[in-house]
């Protein structure tokens, strides 16, 4: 008699529940003996493991199993993801059952998501099509697998993750969106900027932020995309940069670590044979467009034709330069590692230092920042160090006499960097936080990680942009704007 084939085509609902996570055989299927009894199984989606009777037969769908016991069989299928799918079948001989289990048929399979925000209100978008949804919500009718849920919000950071939605399982989804009315930050994990560990920030007449790295080397930022140098894709001599600078002519000066470089947007101009050593610290301009370069073995004067070397031989207080100012008269100051501050005026020299500064020996020589305002002002950072007793401080130079400053709230030792905006305000960089103020430093501003969402407490790099928007470097935290009106 010829085998009779019996179809049954069978869209089965869940009987039992199923881990997630794949089961691990450490042997093959047994050898059994082919019988009569014959059934085809097969699944949409394929894969699926198949026991009969509670036995893992080891096959998985689409397979045809010919060693099965006339009469009644139990059938069930493990997918990943799905419940368990039970079948119980009466075979007979000489007969070929065929099976297949429609995963996508069956709504049981399916999954749902919470969706939750802080705040809530937030548009939700599943594989990146917006839904009619705001947040809290939840999605219906996912089969199960992996999805990627994105919230944006007005006023917030567009933020998304993943996730792995299982068979006629509710799953939970939270994000809570960065408030960037008054902030913004751009760190690795949010942004495309490549770094944490930043170290200088300037702006060129195009806008756009050119961003100096400790580990990562150059970033530019045009306010929409990023673009990046390092020693492996352009011929920049070093990932770790100390300072920066733009030209009259709109070029990019980069002080590194093995020397100094320019670039133009197009060609990069190497100038470290030129310097007295390659550790290259600071880089000013003056206002008859030469370049004051600071480095480790002297300061350098650029006019766009001739280099002149100035070292303790033939004025300079010390030759570890460590910042560079121009004030209004455009006279050149220095701060040096060990011997106080320098000024030239084109012809000489004139040093300050603990012995003639009037000031507290404490507050010490190791000049950390130098900057100039408008009104005359010249605003001094002084470095801590145990083995020579300084506490360090923060003094200013009206122009006649020097006087040590005491920030609100912060130490005045912990001082990493010195700006001064259009309008003379004085912003301050410390290790703990950013702080401004006008004429009284007691009355400073002072912005940190607990009262504002300054991106990292330790400020590198202050600027203000062409649109009044201020940004920040920090070293750990990346880089934050914060928005023109809020300061």
Not at 38 to 48: E, L, Q, R, W
Not at 50 to 71: F, Q
């Amino acid at each position: 008699m010829s085998n009779r084939i019996l179809i049954k085509i069978l869209f089965i609902g869940l009987l039992s529940f199923i881990s997630c996570e794949r089961e691990v055989y450490n042997s093959e299927p047994e050898e059994l003996p082919v019988k009569n009894v014959s059934i085809y199984i097969d699944s949409k989606p394929a894969g699926a493991l198949i026991y009969v009777n509670n036995k893992n037969t080891g096959l998985k769908t689409p397979a045809k199993l010919n060693w099965l016991e006339e009469g009644e069989n139990k059938f069930t299928l493990k997918l990943d993801l799905f419940k368990d799918t039970t079948l119980y079948i009466f075979l007979k001989s000489d007969e070929v059952d065929s099976v297949l289990v429609n995963y996508y048929l069956n709504p049981g399979h399916y999954g749902k998501v919470y969706c939750t925000s802080f705040p809530s209100g937030a548009d939700i978008y599943l594989n990146d099509s917006l839904l009619n949804l705001k947040t809290p919500a939840t999605v219906y009718n996912l089969f199960p697998g992996l999805y990627k849920i994105k919230y944006t919000k007005r006023l917030h950071r567009a933020d998304s993750n993943n996730i792995l939605i299982k068979g006629s399982i509710l799953s939970f989804f939270h994000l809570s969106l960065e408030d960037t009315s008054v902030w913004v930050s751009y760190r690795t994990n949010n942004s495309g900027i490549n770094s944490n560990l930043l170290a200088d920030i300037v702006v060129d007449s195009n806008n756009i932020k050119w961003i100096g790295t400790r580990d990562k080397g150059l970033c530019k930022f045009d306010g929409k995309n990023w673009s990046y140098f390092n020693n492996e894709n352009s011929p920049l001599l070093n990932n770790n940069i100390n300072d920066l600078a733009i030209d009259r002519f709109n070029r990019l000066w980069i002080a590194t670590a093995t020397g100094l470089q320019v670039y133009n947007g197009i060609n990069w101009i190497d100038y470290t044979s030129y310097l007295p050593d390659n550790y290259v610290t600071s880089i000013a301009f003056d206002k008859n467009g030469n370049t004051w370069i600071g480095t480790q073995n002297g300061l350098v004067k650029y006019n766009g034709s001739n280099w002149v070397i100035y070292n303790t031989k033939n004025g300079v207080p010390g030759n570890f330069i460590t910042a560079i100012a121009i004030d209004e008269d455009n006279k050149i100051w220095i701060g040096t590692s060990t011997n106080g501050i320098g000024i030239f005026n084109g012809i000489s020299w004139t040093h300050y230092n603990m012995n003639n500064m009037g000031l507290p020996i404490n507050v010490g020589n190791i000049i950390k920042e130098i900057k100039c305002d408008r009104r005359g002002n010249v605003y001094v950072a002084h470095a801590p160090s145990k083995n020579n007793g300084y506490t360090g401080g923060f003094t200013k130079f009206n122009g006649s006499f020097w006087e040590v400053l005491t920030l609100n709230v912060i130490s005045s030792h912990l001082i990493e960097t010195i700006y001064v905006d259009k309008n003379d305000m004085i912003w301050v960089g410390t290790k703990d936080g950013l702080t401004k103020f006008y004429d009284n430093p007691g009355n400073a501003i002072f912005y940190n990680t607990y009262n504002s969402q300054i991106p990292g407490k330790e400020v590198s790099g202050i600027v203000i942009d062409k649109n009044d928007d201020l940004w920040v470097t920090t070293f750990g935290g990346g880089l934050g704007k914060l928005k023109k009106g809020n300061f």
